[in-house]
Protein backbone atom coordinates (compact mmCIF):
# COMPACT_ATOMS: atom_id res chain seq x y z
CA UNK A 1 0.00 0.00 0.00
CA UNK A 2 1.34 3.58 -1.04
CA UNK A 3 0.82 6.13 1.67
CA UNK A 4 0.28 9.62 1.75
CA UNK A 5 0.79 12.26 4.07
CA UNK A 6 -2.59 12.84 4.73
CA UNK A 7 -3.58 8.78 6.02
CA UNK A 8 -0.41 9.53 8.76
CA UNK A 9 -2.38 12.91 9.33
CA UNK A 10 -5.68 10.99 9.58
CA UNK A 11 -4.64 8.43 12.15
CA UNK A 12 -2.94 10.89 14.46
CA UNK A 13 -6.22 12.78 14.43
CA UNK A 14 -8.30 9.56 15.35
CA UNK A 15 -5.85 8.45 17.43
CA UNK A 16 -4.73 11.71 19.24
CA UNK A 17 -8.96 12.59 20.09
CA UNK A 18 -9.37 9.34 21.08
CA UNK A 19 -6.40 9.47 23.36
CA UNK A 20 -8.09 12.63 24.92
CA UNK A 21 -11.85 11.21 25.44
CA UNK A 22 -10.72 8.33 26.82
CA UNK A 23 -8.56 10.03 29.63
CA UNK A 24 -11.25 12.49 30.35
CA UNK A 25 -13.49 9.53 30.79
CA UNK A 26 -11.65 7.19 32.26
CA UNK A 27 -9.34 9.71 34.55
CA UNK A 28 -11.35 13.15 34.72
CA UNK A 29 -15.14 11.76 35.54
CA UNK A 30 -14.29 8.80 38.04
CA UNK A 31 -13.56 8.55 41.31
CA UNK A 32 -10.91 5.68 41.20
CA UNK A 33 -9.41 7.50 37.90
CA UNK A 34 -9.15 11.04 40.27
CA UNK A 35 -7.32 9.31 42.93
CA UNK A 36 -4.70 7.46 40.88
CA UNK A 37 -4.28 10.42 39.17
CA UNK A 38 -3.31 12.74 42.20
CA UNK A 39 -1.26 9.98 43.58
CA UNK A 40 0.94 10.44 40.63
CA UNK A 41 1.18 13.65 40.78
CA UNK A 42 2.91 13.70 44.01
CA UNK A 43 5.01 10.39 43.72
CA UNK A 44 8.27 11.57 42.85
CA UNK A 45 10.09 15.19 43.59
CA UNK A 46 13.11 16.99 43.27
CA UNK A 47 15.67 19.07 45.14
CA UNK A 48 14.95 22.64 45.26
CA UNK A 49 17.60 23.77 42.84
CA UNK A 50 16.41 21.43 40.15
CA UNK A 51 13.10 22.77 41.41
CA UNK A 52 14.22 26.43 40.43
CA UNK A 53 15.84 24.93 37.22
CA UNK A 54 12.41 23.58 36.26
CA UNK A 55 10.30 26.51 37.04
CA UNK A 56 12.42 29.05 35.03
CA UNK A 57 12.07 26.47 31.97
CA UNK A 58 8.13 26.87 32.52
CA UNK A 59 8.45 30.02 32.76
CA UNK A 60 9.89 30.63 29.31
CA UNK A 61 6.31 29.82 28.37
CA UNK A 62 4.60 33.23 27.31
CA UNK A 63 2.44 34.65 24.68
CA UNK A 64 5.72 36.39 22.95
CA UNK A 65 7.51 33.17 23.47
CA UNK A 66 4.84 31.89 20.95
CA UNK A 67 5.47 34.84 18.76
CA UNK A 68 9.07 34.66 18.66
CA UNK A 69 9.10 30.78 17.63
CA UNK A 70 6.77 30.74 15.66
CA UNK A 71 7.94 33.44 13.41
CA UNK A 72 10.94 31.95 13.48
CA UNK A 73 8.97 28.36 11.90
CA UNK A 74 7.00 30.63 9.12
CA UNK A 75 10.63 32.42 8.00
CA UNK A 76 12.20 29.29 7.42
CA UNK A 77 9.45 27.62 5.86
CA UNK A 78 9.11 30.50 4.00
CA UNK A 79 12.71 30.91 2.64
CA UNK A 80 12.93 27.35 1.46
CA UNK A 81 9.68 28.25 -0.10
CA UNK A 82 7.43 25.97 1.53
CA UNK A 83 4.35 28.01 1.80
CA UNK A 84 2.35 25.14 2.88
CA UNK A 85 4.54 24.15 5.51
CA UNK A 86 4.66 27.79 7.08
CA UNK A 87 0.61 27.52 7.27
CA UNK A 88 0.87 24.32 8.83
CA UNK A 89 3.20 25.38 11.31
CA UNK A 90 0.52 28.28 11.82
CA UNK A 91 -2.83 26.44 11.87
CA UNK A 92 -0.50 23.36 14.54
CA UNK A 93 0.20 25.99 17.05
CA UNK A 94 -2.62 28.31 17.18
CA UNK A 95 -4.94 25.37 16.92
CA UNK A 96 -3.45 23.74 19.66
CA UNK A 97 -3.31 26.05 21.86
CA UNK A 98 -6.75 27.80 21.23
CA UNK A 99 -7.86 24.26 21.70
CA UNK A 100 -6.32 23.68 24.56
CA UNK A 101 -8.11 26.84 26.09
CA UNK A 102 -11.07 25.59 25.16
CA UNK A 103 -11.02 22.37 26.66
CA UNK A 104 -9.56 23.55 30.00
CA UNK A 105 -12.96 25.78 30.25
CA UNK A 106 -15.32 23.56 29.47
CA UNK A 107 -14.76 20.38 30.42
CA UNK A 108 -16.92 19.05 33.43
CA UNK A 109 -14.85 17.78 36.60
CA UNK A 110 -16.83 15.97 39.25
CA UNK A 111 -16.07 16.36 42.29
CA UNK A 112 -14.75 13.61 44.70
CA UNK A 113 -13.21 15.24 47.17
CA UNK A 114 -9.62 16.19 44.91
CA UNK A 115 -10.27 19.35 43.89
CA UNK A 116 -13.17 20.68 41.50
CA UNK A 117 -11.67 22.68 38.89
CA UNK A 118 -10.49 21.29 35.46
CA UNK A 119 -6.97 21.51 34.32
CA UNK A 120 -6.91 19.21 31.91
CA UNK A 121 -5.30 19.67 28.70
CA UNK A 122 -1.66 21.39 30.12
CA UNK A 123 -1.20 24.78 28.58
CA UNK A 124 2.46 24.84 29.04
CA UNK A 125 2.61 21.24 27.61
CA UNK A 126 0.80 21.95 24.75
CA UNK A 127 2.65 25.09 23.67
CA UNK A 128 6.07 23.79 23.55
CA UNK A 129 5.07 20.48 21.98
CA UNK A 130 3.32 22.39 19.08
CA UNK A 131 5.98 24.49 18.92
CA UNK A 132 8.66 21.94 18.46
CA UNK A 133 5.89 20.00 16.25
CA UNK A 134 6.40 23.06 13.77
CA UNK A 135 9.86 23.03 14.32
CA UNK A 136 10.30 19.60 12.97
CA UNK A 137 7.30 20.71 9.77
CA UNK A 138 9.09 23.21 8.58
CA UNK A 139 13.03 22.12 8.67
CA UNK A 140 15.09 20.36 5.92
CA UNK A 141 14.87 16.38 5.60
CA UNK A 142 18.56 16.51 6.85
CA UNK A 143 17.64 18.12 10.33
CA UNK A 144 14.37 16.24 11.04
CA UNK A 145 16.33 13.53 13.12
CA UNK A 146 18.09 15.94 15.41
CA UNK A 147 14.97 17.84 15.79
CA UNK A 148 13.01 14.67 16.10
CA UNK A 149 15.48 14.29 19.23
CA UNK A 150 15.19 17.85 20.88
CA UNK A 151 11.49 17.49 20.10
CA UNK A 152 10.55 14.45 22.31
CA UNK A 153 13.38 15.60 24.91
CA UNK A 154 11.94 18.78 25.15
CA UNK A 155 8.09 17.61 25.36
CA UNK A 156 8.98 15.27 27.58
CA UNK A 157 10.92 17.77 30.24
CA UNK A 158 7.85 19.83 29.71
CA UNK A 159 5.55 16.89 31.42
CA UNK A 160 7.02 15.92 33.97
CA UNK A 161 8.16 19.66 34.72
CA UNK A 162 4.34 20.22 35.54
CA UNK A 163 3.54 17.33 37.21
CA UNK A 164 6.97 17.34 39.79
CA UNK A 165 6.28 21.39 40.24
CA UNK A 166 2.56 20.33 40.92
CA UNK A 167 1.39 22.55 38.63
CA UNK A 168 -1.15 19.32 36.54
CA UNK A 169 -1.43 15.98 36.75
CA UNK A 170 -0.56 13.31 34.80
CA UNK A 171 -3.76 13.61 32.83
CA UNK A 172 -3.10 16.79 31.49
CA UNK A 173 -0.06 16.03 30.36
CA UNK A 174 -1.34 13.01 28.33
CA UNK A 175 -4.06 15.12 27.06
CA UNK A 176 -2.11 17.96 25.91
CA UNK A 177 0.14 15.82 23.89
CA UNK A 178 -3.20 13.93 22.19
CA UNK A 179 -4.31 17.35 20.77
CA UNK A 180 -0.97 18.44 19.67
CA UNK A 181 -1.34 15.42 18.01
CA UNK A 182 -4.70 15.90 16.58
CA UNK A 183 -3.74 19.64 14.99
CA UNK A 184 -0.04 17.88 13.83
CA UNK A 185 -2.31 15.50 12.07
CA UNK A 186 -4.47 18.55 10.52
CA UNK A 187 -0.99 20.74 9.51
CA UNK A 188 0.14 16.80 7.78
CA UNK A 189 -3.20 17.64 5.81
CA UNK A 190 -2.02 20.88 4.76
CA UNK A 191 1.56 19.58 4.24
CA UNK A 192 0.24 17.77 1.48
CA UNK A 193 -1.34 19.58 -0.85
CA UNK A 194 1.45 20.19 -3.05
CA UNK A 195 2.13 18.18 -6.22
CA UNK A 196 1.89 14.33 -5.97
CA UNK A 197 6.32 13.54 -6.64
CA UNK A 198 6.19 10.25 -4.17
CA UNK A 199 4.24 8.30 -2.17
CA UNK A 200 6.34 5.50 -0.33
CA UNK A 201 5.02 1.94 0.50
CA UNK A 202 4.12 1.04 3.95
CA UNK A 203 6.86 -1.35 4.52
CA UNK A 204 9.38 1.53 3.34
CA UNK A 205 7.41 4.09 5.35
CA UNK A 206 7.69 2.02 8.72
CA UNK A 207 11.34 1.30 8.20
CA UNK A 208 12.23 4.94 7.23
CA UNK A 209 10.17 6.27 10.55
CA UNK A 210 12.20 3.81 12.95
CA UNK A 211 15.47 4.81 11.98
CA UNK A 212 14.97 8.16 11.34
CA UNK A 213 12.29 9.67 13.97
CA UNK A 214 11.33 6.86 16.38
CA UNK A 215 14.83 6.23 17.71
CA UNK A 216 16.03 9.55 18.11
CA UNK A 217 12.43 10.44 19.77
CA UNK A 218 12.86 7.71 22.12
CA UNK A 219 16.82 9.10 22.65
CA UNK A 220 15.41 12.51 23.26
CA UNK A 221 12.45 11.02 25.71
CA UNK A 222 15.23 9.46 28.05
CA UNK A 223 17.60 12.04 27.44
CA UNK A 224 14.98 13.72 29.45
CA UNK A 225 14.53 11.48 32.12
CA UNK A 226 18.54 10.67 32.65
CA UNK A 227 18.66 14.86 33.41
CA UNK A 228 16.39 14.48 35.75
CA UNK A 229 17.13 11.45 37.93
CA UNK A 230 20.84 13.52 37.67
CA UNK A 231 18.98 16.24 38.80
CA UNK A 232 18.26 14.47 42.23
CA UNK A 233 14.72 13.04 41.50
CA UNK A 234 13.93 11.00 44.17
CA UNK A 235 10.08 8.75 45.51
CA UNK A 236 8.11 10.98 47.80
CA UNK A 237 6.37 8.63 50.33
CA UNK A 238 5.76 5.49 50.31
CA UNK A 239 8.36 3.25 48.61
CA UNK A 240 5.74 1.78 46.00
CA UNK A 241 5.63 5.75 44.52
CA UNK A 242 8.63 4.90 42.85
CA UNK A 243 7.13 2.70 40.69
CA UNK A 244 4.05 4.99 40.05
CA UNK A 245 6.55 8.26 39.22
CA UNK A 246 8.43 5.81 37.09
CA UNK A 247 5.54 4.72 35.16
CA UNK A 248 4.30 7.67 34.53
CA UNK A 249 6.80 10.06 33.81
CA UNK A 250 7.87 6.58 31.16
CA UNK A 251 4.37 6.96 29.74
CA UNK A 252 4.89 10.77 29.27
CA UNK A 253 8.38 9.80 27.20
CA UNK A 254 6.77 7.40 25.12
CA UNK A 255 3.49 9.29 24.05
CA UNK A 256 5.40 12.46 23.28
CA UNK A 257 8.07 10.39 21.23
CA UNK A 258 5.25 8.94 19.34
CA UNK A 259 3.87 12.19 18.11
CA UNK A 260 7.29 13.33 17.23
CA UNK A 261 7.70 9.88 14.86
CA UNK A 262 4.41 10.06 13.69
CA UNK A 263 4.52 13.53 12.32
CA UNK A 264 8.02 12.87 10.69
CA UNK A 265 6.14 9.88 9.31
CA UNK A 266 3.84 11.96 7.84
CA UNK A 267 6.61 14.75 6.29
CA UNK A 268 8.10 11.47 4.89
CA UNK A 269 4.89 10.63 3.10
CA UNK A 270 4.17 14.44 2.04
CA UNK A 271 3.45 15.60 -1.65
CA UNK A 272 6.03 17.89 -2.81
CA UNK A 273 8.46 16.69 -0.73
CA UNK A 274 10.66 14.80 -2.74
CA UNK A 275 14.48 13.55 -2.76
CA UNK A 276 16.80 15.92 -3.26
CA UNK A 277 17.13 19.65 -3.83
CA UNK A 278 14.00 22.34 -2.04
CA UNK A 279 13.60 19.65 0.55
Not at 148 to 158: D, I, M, R, S, Y
Request: net charge positive; hydrophobic share 55%.
Amino acid sequence: MQVRSRHVGASMILLGGSGLVAVVVAVVWTHLGQRADERSRWSVGVPWRTSRLLTEWLGLVSVEFIAIVLALAVGIALLRRRVERAAGAIVLVIGANVSTQILKAVIPRPYYGIGSQNTLPSGHVTVVTSLVLAALLVVSWRLRSLVALLAAGAATLTGAATILQRWHRPSDVIAALGVCAIWAGVALFIADRGPVQHSRPRAELTRRTVRLYALPALMGALLAGVFLVAAGMVTQGEAGNLLVGGFVLSTIGVVAAGVVAFTGAGLEAAAGDPVGAGR
